[in-house]
């Protein structure tokens, strides 16, 4: 696959928290191909290495992102005015396999959460979403996900607000009327859940965090290990086979 630099124009930008942003970015051409669970990679004004972010959400020509300031191109990027330009490269990776007539659970951890909101969409009520967050502050995107139809479920570390606990909790309570789960998060919140789903053979998907630098597979720095189904390790690019895989591929 040919992989090509577009402009896209920031229509819209909002600051949900007082580390997390919210861009819509337009590009007729990039939203049309764009599938729930893949990322596009941002250039960042001054630096040479793209930013890895995930897709939100695609609603006619708009791309959205919402991303956290995590290190300086993170900083710079949440500077960027309504009206420039932000040059991206996109869709990448595989995202997630979906069938919304299935019963569906979607699980979420702090800035895992916004992927998850664009497949969720899919599946309207026949969707179960658990979002964890640290505490209240750190919410973002229930009213999105109410709006879509889906039964939502906040848990916070703190109690603060939701459920007091991790996402584990409420999943262990839905996880035998599930047919899959797609989840993304933190690698410790990850293997619970794939743990979880095996003991209750439940098909699980989980969308890996991992650094990138090119985004393509060139630059092989996002290797992951993954079990051949023959007792044996081998490695995979987070970037350009997945970030999503079966949890049971996984070496944990």
């Not at 993170?74 to 932000?86: A, D, F, N, Q, V």
Request: aromatic share 6%; proline share 6%.
């Amino acid at each position: 696959m040919k992989y090509d630099a577009q402009d896209c124009l920031l229509v819209s930008k909002n600051r949900l928290t007082p580390t997390i942003y919210d861009f819509y970015l337009q590009n007729q051409t990039l939203a049309s191909i764009t599938r729930p669970g893949q990322f596009v990679q941002v250039l960042v004004p001054g630096k040479t290495l793209r930013r890895p972010i995930s897709v939100c959400q695609v609603e006619g020509d708009l791309i959205r992102l919402v991303f956290e300031v995590r290190g300086e191109g993170t900083e710079i990027l949440s500077r960027i005015k309504t009206g420039e330009i932000i040059n991206i490269i996109a869709p990448l990776g595989r995202g997630f396999s979906l069938e919304p007539d299935k019963k569906t659970v979607f699980v979420g951890g702090g800035i895992g959460v916004p992927p998850m909101l664009y497949s969720a969409m899919q599946f309207g009520p026949n969707a179960i979403v658990i979002n964890g967050f640290r505490n209240k502050d750190a919410v973002i995107l229930s009213e999105d996900f109410e709006r879509a139809g889906c039964r939502l479920i906040v848990t916070t570390d703190d109690g603060s607000f939701g459920i007091h606990g991790f996402v584990t909790q409420p999943l262990a309570e839905v996880i035998d009327d599930a047919e899959m789960i797609c989840a993304c998060g933190p690698t410790p919140m990850l293997r619970n859940i794939a743990k979880m789903a095996e003991e209750k053979g439940v098909p699980c998907q989980v969308s890996l965090e991992q650094r990138m630098a090119c985004g393509v597979g060139a630059c092989l720095g996002c290797a992951v290990a993954i079990k051949d189904g023959n007792g044996r390790i081998i490695y995979k690019h987070v970037c350009k086979d997945g970030p999503v895989f079966n949890s049971e591929e996984v070496a944990w």
